[in-house]
């Protein structure tokens, strides 16, 4: 466990003696200055050089007060009155606001302890991977990372690197798309893919995301994946979840996506008919990936299982013997048997059967481009992915599309020098666990930071995150994350005694002073007190993130919203163009 610096707690009785004494001694030299400055400007009578002799000779009737110096001595005390009320006034007005977690700081990272969230270091590994000012399609993009926010001390900007991923748990209203998720969208300098169930980090960062040239045309594509009209953007678009799957493996891992995308890894499964029905969904879906067919042929098919015997053939024709005979099996089971498996796989694939669905993953007998996930990668461009939960939900097609252009982002990187994004790639997934629900994510973790595809995980608890990925994964993705960020409103309490744990103890130091007969004498004395209790962290301030990072030390950040940034009136014109207004 990490030990933070020496903490110390004075005795307060003795401060307010010190403080007191201070405050008077100033008193009485301010008045003398006022004095000898009112003596001197009323003329008339030799003054002392000291001040405080001039005081004495007033007193003692050596020196006169003539009236000319009373009038000064007002106007002096009015001119300090003015200029002190000014500057107390200006510097209230700059003095950074404060949360009561603030003086934890002193017990935590800073400096060279958080060395490599800074943004010299983060710079400077930018520069090493080839990523500089000349991929900025704006001024604003920042080319050096992903921001988290800024330091208390000093105000230093704190990002995370482009090798770097990232793990948020924020709960409900606290900041996190107004601090954390719309910044990075708006200053990532390549491609970007993000999940939402709402549409506002859309309204906010589209306008920004097309890169509007002089003439206000966009330069860049924004692509609106939203078969549930979370956003009632029009389908002028479609994209095939088959045409990413070439083998049986990606076809195994497009049937998982439906099977995780009602209730997740932890939900209760049935040991037989569950793993059969995603097997069996698998094996259609390979099936009409190789004969080019729409995904909805794979729900005809189960809903028709005498279709299948086609399946089975296209399979053999393609080179997948051992699969076809597979299928034929289960064709061949008894009728209750069957029916199980069938019926399981139905349910998985249930969100392909809804019409407003349909006309986004098929060609239709319309003119549409098909989304080509290459060259949007390549391109720069920007595919925001909505979703909601509960019944329609497309949650699985999410899922499918995330994957997708992931899994094609990794391959441009493979072919690329160094194996990396040439420009990297940031993938704000917001309300993970309930959009975009993808089981294996938590083992690629570190994989895809090596290829520069920088996954941001944001969830609102740690329970929601075990829904998804199950105990043991989440712990995966938790230690796999280089940069973990927590935004408060969390009220699970095993979870905040971890955190606390991970952010330490202090040693805090007691000194008293006790008053007798034969004079006074102080006793010194010391404890380990954690430096976040879990209390504090579920009472944590909106405006503060804590922040573990790999090698670091725990810091606590403050969090910049979208309000204070240099492209803040380009979100407000995004707004005002595409955020619904109303009846």
């Not at 003095?95 to 969230?117: C, N």
């Not at 067919?293 to 794979?298: A, K, L, M, Q």
């Not at 028709?304 to 089971?333: F, K, Q, T």
């Amino acid at each position: 466990m990490p030990v933070a610096n020496p903490g110390q707690t004075k005795n307060p009785s003795r401060n307010s003696e010190t403080v007191l004494m201070l405050v008077g001694l100033g008193v009485i030299v301010a008045a003398a200055l006022i004095v000898w400055g009112s003596l001197t400007l009323a003329g008339g009578q030799q003054i002392p050089g000291n001040p405080f002799a001039a005081v004495i000779m007033v007193a003692s009737g050596k020196l006169a007060w003539p009236t000319a110096a009373t009038v000064w001595a007002v106007v002096i005390v009015a001119v300090i009155g003015a200029v002190v009320g000014t500057g107390l006034y200006v510097w209230s007005g700059r003095k950074p606001h404060r949360t009561r977690v603030d003086s934890a700081q002193q017990h935590l990272g800073s400096g060279k302890e958080i060395a490599s969230i800074r943004e010299r270091a983060v710079a400077e590994k930018a520069r090493s991977l080839g990523i500089d000012s000349s991929v900025a399609p704006a001024p604003f993009t920042t080319v050096e990372g992903v921001p988290i926010g800024k330091e208390l001390v000093g105000k230093g900007r704190l990002l995370g690197s482009w090798e770097d991923m990232h793990l948020d748990i924020w709960g409900p209203r606290q900041g996190k798309s107004t601090s954390r998720i719309i910044p990075a969208i708006c200053e990532a300098p390549g491609a970007v893919l993000t999940t939402e169930n709402k549409r506002g980090n859309l309204d906010h960062t589209r306008l920004v995301r097309e890169f509007r040239d002089e003439d206000g045309n966009p330069t860049r594509q924004v692509w609106v994946f939203d078969p549930q009209q979370v956003a009632n953007e029009p389908a002028w678009w479609w994209w095939n979840p088959l045409s990413y799957v070439e083998d049986e493996t990606q076809a195994e891992e497009l049937a998982q996506l439906f099977s995780v995308g009602d209730d997740g890894l932890e939900a209760k499964k049935d040991p037989y008919f569950d793993p059969e029905g995603e097997d069996l969904l698998a094996n259609l879906i390979l099936a009409s990936a190789l004969a080019g067919e729409p995904i909805t042929t794979v729900y005809e098919r189960l809903v028709d299982e005498n279709s299948c015997h086609h399946a089975v053939e296209i399979l053999r024709e393609h080179g997948y013997p051992m699969i076809a005979r597979a299928l034929n099996a289960r064709l061949g089971l008894p009728e209750k048997q069957k029916a199980g498996i069938f019926g399981t796989s139905v349910k998985m694939a249930k969100c392909l059967r809804n019409r407003s669905v349909q006309e986004w993953i098929t060609r239709g007998d319309t003119e549409r481009p098909h989304l080509d996930l290459e060259a949007y990668i390549r391109n720069g461009e920007t595919l925001y992915c909505l979703s909601k939960e509960g019944v329609g939900s497309t949650g699985p097609l999410v899922a499918a599309l995330t994957v997708a252009a992931t899994r094609t982002a990794e391959k441009i990187a493979t072919a690329s020098p160094g194996g990396r994004l040439p420009v990297p790639m940031l993938c704000p997934l917001d309300e993970a666990a309930n959009v975009v629900r993808w089981p294996d994510l938590p083992k690629l973790y570190s994989h895809f930071g090596s290829r520069g595809i920088i996954i941001m995980t944001i969830l609102q608890s740690w329970s929601q995150g075990v829904g998804v990925f199950g105990e043991r994964n989440m712990k995966l993705l938790e230690s796999s994350s280089n940069v973990y960020v927590y935004g408060g409103n969390v009220r699970e309490k095993e979870y905040l005694a971890s955190l606390s744990e991970l952010c330490g103890d202090f040693t805090r130091v007691r000194l008293s002073v006790s008053d007798a007969r034969t004079g006074k004498s102080s006793s010194r004395s010391t404890d380990e007190k954690k430096i976040f209790t879990v209390a504090d962290l579920q009472a944590w301030p909106r405006g503060r993130a804590l922040v573990l990072s790999a090698g670091n030390r725990p810091t606590v950040a403050e969090t910049v919203p979208w309000m204070a940034k240099p492209y803040a009136d380009l979100i407000r014109q995004s707004l005002n163009e595409y955020a619904p207004k109303g009846q």
